[in-house]
Nanobody, 126 residues
């Protein structure tokens, strides 16, 4: 069993930065993928960024690739999402998620993930 707890959300202005963290407890494996998803009101949950727990290989959605950075600390069992140059369109509830596997064709789909955090709200205003 894996438990995920997000923190760090809040309200910021466009252009600001914000850092989210995801505390991971329970059994972790090098073959896990840890990802951040987000869901805006009335929209589907979408992949933002992912990182492999063992090797630290990263993947990003095109819309955030130049602005966000995902990282993890295996010793501290924590995954971070550093968000820079925030835009109005980044407003959403952000979720941390974990799956057993690797970056393959399905890792950007929410249904591939076994474990989810409770979510943290990020609001970007003009």
């Amino acid at each position: 069993q894996v438990r995920l707890v997000e923190s760090g959300g809040g309200s910021v202005q466009a252009g600001d930065s914000l850092s989210l963290s995801c505390a991971v407890s329970g059994r972790t494996f090098g073959s896990m993928v840890m990802s951040w998803f987000r869901q805006a009101p009335g929209k589907e949950r979408q992949f933002v960024a992912g990182i492999t727990w063992g090797a630290g290989t990263k993947s990003y959605a095109e819309s955030v690739k130049a602005r966000f950075n995902i990282s993890r600390d295996v010793a501290e069992n924590t995954v971070w999402l550093q968000m820079n140059s925030l835009e109005l369109e980044d407003t959403a509830v952000y979720y941390c998620a974990a799956m057993f596997g690797a970056f393959n064709g399905g890792y950007k789909q929410p249904r591939a993930y076994n474990y989810w955090g409770q979510g943290t709200q990020v609001t970007v205003s003009a």
